[in-house]
């Protein structure tokens, strides 16, 4: 019997997307050793690593000694990196070192404008790749590779009938995203529009926005969730939608998991995101592109029912497809 493969895998905890890729990894043949992008999953470590990594550098230098320590001597045919918000050159160059005869791959679900510090990692991989468009017709050698969904919002295909939402709202609390979401609601609710919404938020960046961003300063705290969602309550919730409300950050181009994951489920999606006209499974009739000069155009938008793409298109965004991609190397063209 051949032995089996075996990757290394360092990626952000998100939810459960992690262990989603993890399962797919292992189902598609792999031993899977995992270990976190960050130090620790704490509140308050995170909320210190998005305002300044260097926050958190001899709590990350131990961390990433451990990791360096429980893996050398170990074979991986594949190391496989997710974002690397807090790892340094230095600390992937040592990473090479210890695992020489594996392939390293780095996948990127934030802009480089975001963490502008991954740029000079990049050139340490054989392979990277984004989910952001722009970052993708840049010079930074990334190939374009958008998220995914997985087989529970294929699930909800099958079962569309307890409609309790016409909108459904549930994002981290960017400014932008905090700013339309105070304007556009109380107006549909008025108009008899059924909305959901959650706005998340660390407690930490919390109190950092309510000091240092305008858009927050007038914010009360009981606007927001200190607590995230389980995943399988966001798929209860998206299957008694008829449509998903989201708008990416405003400093990315990519679709975000949301976006994809409502492609998967078959429901309309409202999106900030004009972009997404450029993807093969943009339809006008499915999609809307929100403008400050469109807020009328949602009540009729939200009546109109989803109109089937080809199958094809839905397949190739799954996460068996995308972790396919991720190992093979697979070039494959996402534009109409």
Same mark, same amino acid.
């Given at each position: 019997?051949?032995? =089996? ?8 905890? #998100? ?28 509140? +308050? ?49 040592? /990473? ?23 740029? $000079? &990692? ?19 050698? &990334?190939?374009? /590779?958008? &998220?995914?969904?997985? !087989? ?14 016409? +909108? ?35 407690? &930490? ?10 858009? #927050? ?6 606007? #927001?969730?200190?607590?995230? +969602?389980?995943? $399988? !309550? ?11 409300? !989201? ?7 990519? /679709?975000?998991? =949301?976006?994809? $994951? ?30 400050? !000069?469109? #807020? ?41």
């Amino acid at each position: 019997m051949a032995e =089996r493969k075996r990757v290394l895998f360092i990626g952000t905890v #998100f939810y459960t997307y992690h262990l989603m890729i993890i399962k797919e990894l292992k189902a598609q043949g792999f031993v899977v050793d995992y270990y976190p992008d960050r130090p620790s999953e704490k509140s +308050l470590a995170k909320g210190l690593i998005k305002i300044n990594k260097n926050f958190v550098k001899k709590l990350t230098a131990a961390y990433f000694d451990n990791v360096i320590n429980e893996t050398k001597g170990t074979h991986y045919d594949k190391v496989f990196m997710i974002n690397c918000k807090v790892y340094t050159k230095t600390m992937v160059e040592e /990473l090479k070192k210890v695992h020489k005869d594996a392939e390293f791959i780095l996948y990127l679900w934030d802009s480089v404008k975001l963490y502008p510090f991954v740029e $000079e &990692l990049i050139p340490l991989f054989d392979r990277s790749y984004t989910f952001d468009f722009d970052d993708s017709k840049g010079n930074f050698g &990334l190939q374009l /590779l958008p &998220l995914f969904y997985n !087989d529970e919002y294929t699930k909800i295909v099958e079962n569309n009938k307890d409609i309790q939402y016409d +909108l459904v709202s549930i994002c981290t609390a960017h400014p932008i995203r905090y700013r339309i979401v105070k304007e556009l609601f109380p107006k549909l609710e008025k108009e008899g529009i059924r909305i959901y919404s959650f706005l998340f938020i660390n407690k &930490l960046q919390y109190l950092y926005n309510k000091v240092f961003v305008k858009q #927050f300063w007038f914010a009360k705290r009981n606007e #927001f969730n200190f607590k995230q +969602l389980k995943n $399988e !309550d966001i798929i209860e919730i998206i299957k008694k939608s008829n449509t998903v409300f !989201d708008i990416p950050h405003e400093a990315q181009s990519g /679709l975000t998991m =949301r976006t994809i $994951e409502t492609l998967g489920a078959r429901k309309k999606l409202i999106t900030t995101n004009k972009q997404i006209k450029k993807y093969d499974f943009y339809d006008e009739n499915n999609i809307m592109i929100l403008n400050d !000069d469109n #807020f009328e155009e949602v009540i009729n938008f939200l009546k109109q029912e989803y109109r089937d793409i080809p199958e094809h298109i839905y397949k190739q965004y799954n996460l068996s497809s995308w972790v396919r991609n991720i190992i093979e190397g697979k070039t494959i063209n996402f534009m109409r």
